[in-house]
């Protein structure tokens, strides 16, 4: 699905988020940094956009992986473009079964991309299993409003506004059918940090964004 999308990826993430998407991975960005990273993992990399803020942490390594071959490709493309190679790699990896050792990175990273993973709970448990003693996990992720109000206007706009914009502008429509729909299933909010703290992690976080549309969590090992 993601291959199939790839091309268009980046441009409808500005449409989706009113071009809001990009101040939220920085955020991200700022918060790795003040953990003084030397070793990052991005997972679910798409084109590399976490991994291309990432850089501005001075002497990190930052590795990036995803299932799609495709998205990796046009990330390659953006970091050459910004003579980022020397800092950053991307490579083909599944979130469920990571190829690195046990306590390799200071951080892991996830933007948008865990609400996809086929198993959840195998997925974190392995992000879990990758991250040094008192490394961070930082993810991004779409969440509903608390807000009853709020809410009711968040989802009639997303379950009309997201299919309009497949429709009109996606190769594949049902990709963002389907995107849509994830979002409103994906256990967020404190549903999602008890499954942190089950998997193992000692604390948790949330920092609620764009009207609790979205949210940043943290979570310590």
Sequence with gaps: MFDSISDEYDYLNKIITFGSHSKWKKEMA?????KKPKKILDIATGTADIPIHLSSIKDCNIIG???SKKMLALGRK???SKNLSNNISLDIGSAENLKFSNNSF???TIGFG???FQNLSKSLKESFRVLKRSGYLIILET????????NFFYLAFSRLFIPLVGYFFSKNPKA???LQKSAEIFPSGKNFTSLLLNIG???TEIRNKFFGALSIYIAEK
């Design 201 to 203: 992690f000692r604390k």
């Design 30 to 34: 700022e918060i790795a940094k003040s």
């Design 176 to 178: 963002y059918l389907y």
């Design 65 to 67: 992986v995803d299932i």
């Design 106 to 108: 200071d951080v892991l």
């Design 143 to 150: 969440s509903l409003p608390k807000n009853r109000f709020i």
């Design 78 to 80: 953006k970091i050459k």
């Design 114 to 116: 865990v609400r996809n």
